[in-house]
């Protein structure tokens, strides 16, 4: 059963349970925010389900509320940010707001991060930076036990499912694509084997290398593996979360293989459009180019061309007016958190 | 009917046909070496197949040889790179060369082009930066006449086939991925086309929208277009190619509909690794995350896994020993430059 709520409710109780978990207010919204927002923009798998997981991992230590978020070291135009394993959007966020200074100075800036936790939604960080007037490109690794993406041509899983999102201003609504080099995630497969359901063609292949549309054929034992972005030419999806895995690990002095690797490998690399062309200018010429695309036909005679991002700022605009679909597992679980940090539960849910 | 040439033979050939349609003799030298390179790495469609195509435009005015490449602005750490219509190669490489030393200099760079005519193989940029020891990123787009791509859910070529390349230095062969952002390059639409053969599916649309593996249905009239990479997730592949036209047009001030637009939009992002950590360890977590792997055991028990650039430099080193591969065609189109432009055939192949 889901039920929707207000998005002010949530973000209030949300900020309330960081809070009362021990984090600082500060911090204690800009993760509320950024959950609540991925769920208010569609992105629900990176949303508010993750409010009480979050809320676990801090009671099991491995998020650190309040923990610095620190420049490790500054060299030129690039920065490495350690984020203390503080929440995952506390760390992602003041290692963007790092890029944003940085490409402020010089035009383009290139930061990474350690010890950063779970990012949720990649593309908010990219749509930070575009807010700001940047062009941003954004990656993020994930250590070895989440490595179910194959290589090109393999059995074994060696990546795991490495998104990219890239952030660009326009007249309007920045455009913002955020996507994994896998066909799909992990948790799609999850949601079919859940739902007793055959996966599509190409999503997976089984431990012996074979397609597979049985889901338990990617689970096992013996596991199978997501398959690369790019079917037939899935060497351009595996050479893309290839690149994910160099920018978040190896570029950090981190082996791929280290086992004690927590959290998310992020890299953001911002560049400062006016650095080029008068920033009216470029976002005039943005407008043109998302017009022209949007001007082909759509194959769909029902349907349109969308911008990346277009959709999630329209589930937005609805989500804003009609509240956020909840589910009762994710609300059952938000309500055992209450209590056990001892949030009155009743002052943002009277009735 | 093919017959094999010794690389030296050909790249001897080519520079003084460039030198004789007006190249100062050290870009005859890059041009002729960078498409010679490509078809000793197998990447024939770029190159010794286009030495009659420059050869022809220089005739046509198109590429002018000679014409001076420079910084139409430098800003902190970016750059535009004016390439005067010069060969591709010529204003690519130098372009990468002002990456290259403003990335010794802030640690990252970004170097957008204009002017610059068609830079071949987008790679050999990528892996002349990683050749000094940096990680860079590479985009190319191409003018509205090329625009042959598909955006996700539409009917009408809106994108040309935006490759995007990157480079990162190991401690042996560079890390070099080199691919476009649609499913298959036009050329290999007309391959088919010219064998009479029926394409994979997956690759192109009719004009009605309707996927098609009829090659006809892709040249029309009326023009169908080439998918997007990505299959069931193309917008995966729209979104990587949306990003390569922003870098290449929008950032250097230039409308995507611009039909006077000529050549390559070429965006080169270099990072200095050795900022974020010492270089002699990058390389060797290079090499470590190589050999991970490459240690997935390969779904074809004959097969291998391999790593983005590694099929290309075995050719390399192939080609090296037994002569490149050349086409009658090709090699009468030559034999015709040199006799319109009255170098000496017999000095470069005696016999």
Redesign the interface.
């Given at each position: 059963v889901t039920q929707r709520y207000p998005h002010q409710t949530i973000a209030g109780l949300a900020g309330a349970l960081f809070r009362a978990a021990g984090a600082p207010p500060d911090e204690a919204a800009i993760t509320a925010d950024h959950l609540v927002t991925s769920s208010l923009m569609g992105c629900d798998s990176h949303g508010i389900l993750r409010i009480p997981e979050y809320l676990s991992l801090v009671a099991d230590g491995a998020i650190v509320p309040g923990a610095p978020v620190v420049i490790d070291h500054r060299?030129?135009?690039?920065a490495?940010v350690d984020c203390g394993q503080n929440f995952g959007p506390v760390g992602a966020t003041r290692a963007m707001d790092v890029a944003i200074a940085i490409a402020g100075?010089?035009?383009?800036?290139?930061v990474?991060t350690r010890r950063c936790n779970h990012v949720a939604r990649l593309g908010a960080y990219a749509e930070q930076a575009a807010g700001r007037g940047l062009?941003a490109?954004a990656t993020c690794n994930s250590p070895i036990g989440g490595h179910f993406v194959?290589?090109?041509?393999?059995?074994?899983?060696?990546?795991a499912t490495n998104p990219i999102a890239?952030g660009?201003p326009t007249g309007g609504d920045p455009?913002v694509?955020d996507?994994a080099t896998s066909?799909?995630p992990e948790g799609k497969v999850r949601w079919y084997r859940n739902s007793g359901l055959p996966l599509?063609p190409?999503w997976i292949?089984d431990a012996d290398?074979r397609p597979s549309t049985d889901p338990n054929a990617f689970y096992g034992p013996p596991r199978g593996g997501l398959l690369p972005?790019?079917?037939?030419?899935g060497?351009?999806?595996?050479?893309?979360g290839?690149?994910v895995?160099?920018?978040g690990?190896?570029?950090?002095?981190?082996?791929?293989?280290d086992a004690s690797t927590v959290g998310n490998g992020v890299c953001f690399?911002a560049?400062?459009?006016a650095?080029?062309?008068p920033i009216d200018?470029?976002r005039s010429?943005?407008d043109?180019?998302s017009a022209?695309?949007?001007?082909?036909?759509?194959?769909?005679e029902a349907?349109?061309?969308?911008?990346?991002g277009e959709k999630e700022f329209r589930t937005k605009r609805a989500r804003l007016e009609e509240g956020i679909p909840i589910d009762d597992a994710t609300w059952e679980a938000l309500r055992g958190h209450a209590a056990r940090l001892a949030v009155d539960w009743g002052a943002f849910l009277p009735g």
């Amino acid at each position: 059963v889901t039920q929707r709520y207000p998005h002010q409710t949530i973000a209030g109780l949300a900020g309330a349970l960081f809070r009362a978990a021990g984090a600082p207010p500060d911090e204690a919204a800009i993760t509320a925010d950024h959950l609540v927002t991925s769920s208010l923009m569609g992105c629900d798998s990176h949303g508010i389900l993750r409010i009480p997981e979050y809320l676990s991992l801090v009671a099991d230590g491995a998020i650190v509320p309040g923990a610095p978020v620190v420049i490790d070291h500054r060299s030129g135009s690039t920065a490495l940010v350690d984020c203390g394993q503080n929440f995952g959007p506390v760390g992602a966020t003041r290692a963007m707001d790092v890029a944003i200074a940085i490409a402020g100075e010089s035009g383009v800036a290139c930061v990474t991060t350690r010890r950063c936790n779970h990012v949720a939604r990649l593309g908010a960080y990219a749509e930070q930076a575009a807010g700001r007037g940047l062009i941003a490109i954004a990656t993020c690794n994930s250590p070895i036990g989440g490595h179910f993406v194959l290589p090109w041509g393999g059995k074994q899983g060696r990546l795991a499912t490495n998104p990219i999102a890239y952030g660009v201003p326009t007249g309007g609504d920045p455009i913002v694509a955020d996507f994994a080099t896998s066909v799909v995630p992990e948790g799609k497969v999850r949601w079919y084997r859940n739902s007793g359901l055959p996966l599509p063609p190409g999503w997976i292949q089984d431990a012996d290398g074979r397609p597979s549309t049985d889901p338990n054929a990617f689970y096992g034992p013996p596991r199978g593996g997501l398959l690369p972005l790019g079917g037939a030419v899935g060497y351009k999806g595996f050479a893309l979360g290839l690149l994910v895995e160099i920018l978040g690990s190896v570029l950090t002095g981190i082996a791929s293989t280290d086992a004690s690797t927590v959290g998310n490998g992020v890299c953001f690399v911002a560049i400062d459009p006016a650095r080029f062309v008068p920033i009216d200018q470029f976002r005039s010429l943005m407008d043109d180019l998302s017009a022209y695309i949007k001007s082909s036909p759509p194959t769909d005679e029902a349907g349109e061309v969308l911008m990346p991002g277009e959709k999630e700022f329209r589930t937005k605009r609805a989500r804003l007016e009609e509240g956020i679909p909840i589910d009762d597992a994710t609300w059952e679980a938000l309500r055992g958190h209450a209590a056990r940090l001892a949030v009155d539960w009743g002052a943002f849910l009277p009735g």
